[in-house]
């Protein structure tokens, strides 16, 4: 029988999508995380700020949590610590894709928040074992709405900031990264084939800290956008 005829065993999953400014939805893919892309961040979790070559982990595309809504607090931790982020979102993919050619392959970008069960983060690390049950837990990747590259550009600085319950957390500018935009990608895809509907969280500033039940984040990037959720 042809494979296209065949019926699903199991109703198949949603397609994970996020609003897009102006309107409609953008489809999700894979979502890749960048580790240690600032300096202070680096130095806080207790690396070298080196320029060594950026390495990456993975959540699920069902993790994102958009439109603002509230984000439960995950079970089986006690340090659920904030990351803001700036997201960029793959139009086109590809395989070894240039430095200089990464831009078009950009569709647009948001602001995200990568969220991290710290201590099973640590935990994990000191006994050498993945981070994934740190990082890839439900509902662990807050991001705004995204907006075309064709409308902004690429944003290679201006300002990050998150406050929590209106102070002031982290707040740093795109410029201090270590990789750029460019260069994570022309990295990562000599790893993997990078696909259309693939989002790239590029790391965070310093200044993450532990939120607790009732807080409420409000991150920002300059020309990009925000992200918003409470904690419950």
């Not at 690390?125 to 890839?136: A, Q, Y």
């Not at 837990?137 to 902004?152: K, Q």
Request: charged share 25%; aromatic share 6%; with cysteine.
């Amino acid at each position: 029988m042809d494979e296209e005829r065949e019926q699903y065993v199991i109703a198949p999953p949603r397609v994970v999508a996020i609003p897009v400014e102006g309107g409609g939805l953008f489809p999700v893919r894979r979502v890749f995380c960048v580790g240690r892309n600032y300096a202070e961040h680096t130095r806080e979790m207790g690396g070298d700020p080196g320029r060594e070559p950026p390495f990456f982990f993975m959540k699920p595309a069902d993790a994102l949590l958009s439109r603002g809504a509230d984000m439960p607090y995950p079970p089986a931790t006690r340090e659920l610590h904030h990351e803001m982020e700036l997201v960029a979102a793959i139009g086109t993919g590809g395989a070894d894709i240039s430095q200089s050619e990464a831009p078009t392959h950009v569709w647009g970008y948001a602001a995200g928040l990568d969220m991290t069960r710290r201590d099973l983060q640590g935990a994990a690390k000191k006994e050498g074992k993945p981070w994934d049950m740190g990082k890839g837990f439900d509902f662990s990747a807050p991001i705004g709405m995204l907006i075309a590259s064709a409308r902004i550009g690429h944003p290679s600085r201006g300002r990050i900031a998150l406050r929590v319950n209106g102070a002031l957390r982290q707040e740093a500018d795109l410029a201090q990264m270590i990789w750029s935009i460019p260069e994570m990608i022309a990295q990562l895809s000599a790893l993997v084939r990078l696909a259309a509907g693939d989002l790239i969280f590029t790391g965070t500033p310093a200044g993450v800290a532990a939120v607790a039940r009732g807080d409420r984040l409000d991150g920002e990037i300059e020309g990009v956008g925000s992200v918003r959720t409470k904690i419950v």
